[in-house]
């Protein structure tokens, strides 16, 4: 016959699967972390120190490239870590849902960086060339076209910084 230890046993096994499976229900899938910027200005800041040192590094890392002072793979390996960052960056000015008075400058900004991320890119493509043993005359176009972006993006930096808020 059954005793009263195991009918208890039994209960409280079944009782702790039917808790945990309905903890699955009450737990909500979506893990993802939001970020509440309350200082826009601050956060813009933040995000311009950083595109700074990062241009700073870029900056250095293409004239070695130019006098042949690292790799093309190298260079290329910096500009995708690089590159992955402005991106990181742009998401984050994109979700910070800018008041609407900070809206202009940081659409502004975003614009920057996406300008900024079409130089990296465009000097990827010099590096390569580099590697393959370049034409002058395909480098010219896209030394001019490299030209543009980086004048584009520091341009949209001052749009932005005359578009915040209390100027």
């Known amino acids: 016959m059954t005793s009263k230890k195991g009918i208890s046993l039994t209960i409280g096994i079944l009782a702790a699967i039917t808790i945990a499976s309905f903890m699955f229900w009450f737990i909500p899938d979506n893990n993802e972390m ?16 950083v595109h700074g040192v990062i241009k700073e590094g870029i900056d250095s890392k293409f004239q070695k490239l130019l006098n042949e002072e690292i790799s093309p793979q190298e260079y290329i390996e910096a500009v995708e870590m690089s590159s992955s ?14 008041t609407v008075e900070w809206q202009e400058s940081y659409i502004n900004y975003i614009e920057s960086l996406k300008q900024y991320n079409s ?12 590697e393959e043993g370049m034409e002058s005359v395909e480098t010219g176009k896209i030394f001019d076209q490299i030209k543009e972006f980086k004048e584009n993006s520091e341009s949209l930096i001052l749009r932005s910084d005359n578009t915040r808020p209390g100027l």
Do not use: G, P
């Not at 939001?34 to 120190?49: A, M, N, Q, T, Y």
């Not at 742009?90 to 910070?96: A, C, D, K, P, T």
């Not at 130089?119 to 580099?130: D, F, P, S, W």
């Open 119 to 130: 130089y990296l890119r465009e000097t990827i493509v010099v590096a390569t060339l580099m």
């Open 85 to 98: 960052q402005i991106k990181s960056h742009i998401m984050q000015l994109v979700e910070s849902k800018a």
């Open 34 to 49: 939001v970020f509440v910027i309350s200082d826009f200005e601050s956060h813009l800041d933040r995000v311009k120190d």
